[in-house]
Nanobody, 126 residues
Framework: QVQLVESGGGLVQAGGSLRLSCAASGRTFSSNAMGWFRQAAGKEREFVAA????????AYADFVKGRFTISRDNAKNTVYLQMNSLKPEDTAVYFC???????????????????WGQGTQVTVSS
């Protein structure tokens, strides 16, 4: 079982940066592939970034490549999303998610993730 708590969201001007954190509890965190998703008002949840347990493989949605970076610190049971050059269209609730054990690879669809945080709001003003 993995419990996830996101933090670091807020209001930022276009072009600014934020770093989201996702603190995990549970013995198996270091073995879980992790992902970040986002959901804007009135839209479906969409994939942002993912990282495998070792941190050596990552994946990004095309619309964040070159601007966002996902990383993890297994010693701190935390995964991060560094967001730079933010745009108003990045405004959304951002969710951290964990894949179950036995599913160690990168996944880009919400159904592949079993554990979810409550989300943190990111608002980018123009």
């Amino acid at each position: 079982q993995v419990q996830l708590v996101e933090s670091g969201g807020g209001l930022v001007q276009a072009g600014g940066s934020l770093r989201l954190s996702c603190a995990a509890s549970g013995r198996t965190f270091s073995s879980n592939a992790m992902g970040w998703f986002r959901q804007a008002a009135g839209k479906e949840r969409e994939f942002v970034a993912a990282i495998i347990w070792s941190g050596r493989n990552t994946a990004y949605a095309d619309f964040v490549k070159g601007r966002f970076t996902i990383s993890r610190d297994n010693a701190k049971n935390t995964v991060y999303l560094q967001m730079n050059s933010l745009k108003p269209e990045d405004t959304a609730v951002y969710f951290c998610a964990a894949r179950p054990l036995g599913r160690p690879g990168i996944a880009t669809v919400p159904l592949e993730y079993h554990y979810w945080g409550q989300g943190t709001q990111v608002t980018v003003s123009s």
